[in-house]
């Protein structure tokens, strides 16, 4: 079996999700990806805010602490 990319790993992860949501729910299909469709419309319009450490993290400094 071949290996998977990460994109058809999140495509599987995704639709195996909305056949449980199907099989689960009263939900009909239709309505199940008018909500999906709304949700990641709503998950691209989130402000993102990046941050960026100024402390310079080194594990070495911990290490000579402790020993």
């Known amino acids: 079996m071949p290996k ?3 994109h058809q ?3 599987n ?3 195996a999700l909305i056949n449980r949501w ?3 729910s009263d939900i009909d299909d239709i309505e199940i990806a008018k909500i ?3 949700d990641l419309k709503e998950w691209l319009d989130e402000d ?3 941050f960026e450490c100024d ?3 080194d594990d070495d400094d ?3 602490e402790e020993g």
Request: no cysteine.
């Open 4 to 6: 998977l990319t990460p």
């Open 9 to 11: 790993q999140f495509k």
């Open 13 to 15: 992860a995704h639709r």
């Open 22 to 24: 199907i099989e689960e």
């Open 36 to 38: 999906a469709v709304e």
């Open 48 to 50: 993102v805010i990046d």
């Open 55 to 57: 402390m310079a993290l």
């Open 62 to 64: 911990d290490d000579e």
